[in-house]
């Protein structure tokens, strides 16, 4: 099926501009991070992941035309089997070796894939399929479980990988998508109640409970970002006075990352430094590996101020606000379902890392779309950019 009236636009421009503007930002600015130290030789290294991150621009707008070629109505048909997919790529990672601790990659030679970032694409193909059955049956308190337990499945395979960023990303997509297909209110603002609750009794089991009576395992390092977000002391209760200066000595270096990613956002003043002359990265006082991607943002505010940070979340409001005019424009509620949640996930990895880089919210390691380093998260941001564009380009095929 092919759109009809060629009287309307055919693409979504808005977007397509943004999404341009912020990988040629980001090409800059991980050439800025990475080769712009005063320390090291980093040619060389970022060389190579220049190739890799162009590699995967060229993939992904390969695979986002390719997504515009075909009706969505069709490829929802075809989401349970990418849901499964993605499902059984969350469990592959485990069969390899840990990177630094963690599963999170597929090893394919020349590149290394994230299957958390492919998931998140899956869960919004999958909910929008299911949610798009008559509003009648949405209604039934079965129907809502049903779509709760999609959710849950990658959430729960994505959290002991462990990558806590990806997994609580899911959670608003889900229940957006639930809202704007019609599931009653009620049953969400339950879920949403309980699901407080229970984070809550979870944070005081971490926090404060002692060690052989919690029931939450979480790696100790995970417990110290919380601490350091709530500004709690490092130092157990009845604390000699080496114990409290060992604990302070700690509690310091967990909030070194973020206290330099202030000084850099703050530092950079109206116009910022200049290109390649933010001395926090340059000096190494950001985390050299995670500049690139994770304080992508604080390099940008460092090199160019206030007006470099307004044009990145310019932006980004230019890429949110086009796919909000695409879920007004879509002609179903499939459309629109599956609009609302890519919006939601460019809205939460927005919210969060650059909250992150503010001392908003706890350090969790979601990337900046399109701008931050990591060739998975680039393709599948470009996938669903793809995914926007084919249901503003079919809105008025009937």
Not at 34 to 51: A, D, H, I
Request: glycine share 10%; aromatic share 12%; proline share 5%.
């Amino acid at each position: 099926m092919t759109p009809s009236n060629h009287s309307y636009p055919r693409l979504e421009w808005g977007m397509l501009f943004a999404a341009l503007g912020l990988l040629l930002l980001g090409a800059a600015f991980i050439y800025s991070a990475t080769s712009g130290r005063l320390v090291g030789s980093p040619g060389e290294w970022y060389e190579e992941r220049f190739v890799r991150q162009l590699f995967a621009a060229l993939l992904g707008v390969g695979l986002a035309g390719a997504v515009c070629l075909v009706d969505y109505q069709i490829i929802a048909r075809w989401a349970m089997i990418f849901y499964w997919l993605a499902v059984g790529m969350l469990l592959l990672v485990f069969v390899f070796e840990p990177v630094a601790g963690v599963h999170r990659w597929i090893p394919l030679g020349f590149f290394n894939f994230q299957p958390s970032e492919l998931a998140k694409i899956a869960v919004i193909c999958v909910l929008g399929n299911y949610l798009s059955r008559p509003v009648d049956e949405l209604r039934f308190p079965i129907v809502f479980v049903k779509a709760l337990g999609m959710i849950l499945l990658p959430f729960s395979l994505v959290l002991i990988e462990p990558d806590l960023g990806s997994a609580i990303v899911l959670l608003p997509i889900g229940f957006a998508m639930m809202f704007v297909a019609g599931i009653p209110g009620h049953l969400l603002l339950r879920v949403i109640a309980c699901g407080s609750l229970v984070v809550g009794l979870a944070l005081a089991d971490v926090l404060f409970a002692p060690k052989k009576f919690q029931l939450i395992e979480l790696e100790e390092y995970q417990k110290n970002r919380l601490r350091v977000y709530f500004g709690l002391s490092f130092a157990p209760p009845n604390a000699t006075p080496q114990e409290k200066k060992e604990a302070a000595r700690e509690q310091r270096k967990f909030s070194y990352n973020i206290d330099q990613a202030l000084i850099s956002v703050g530092s950079g003043g109206l116009a910022g430094k200049g290109w390649c002359q933010g001395t926090q990265n340059a000096l190494g006082y950001l985390p050299r590996g995670v500049a690139h991607n994770d304080f992508i943002f604080s390099v940008i505010a460092e090199e160019k101020g206030f007006l470099g940070s307004m044009t990145v979340l310019g932006l980004y409001g230019l890429l949110i606000f086009s796919g909000l005019r695409v879920a007004s424009a879509a002609r179903d509620r499939l459309g629109k379902t599956l609009a609302i949640g890519v919006v939601t996930l460019w809205f939460s990895h927005v919210f969060i890392n650059i909250g992150m880089n503010i001392g908003l919210v706890p350090v969790t390691g979601l990337p900046l779309p399109l701008l931050s380093d990591g060739g998975s998260s680039v393709i599948c941001f470009l996938l669903s950019v793809g995914l926007l564009e084919n249901i503003y380009l079919y809105r008025r095929s009937y």
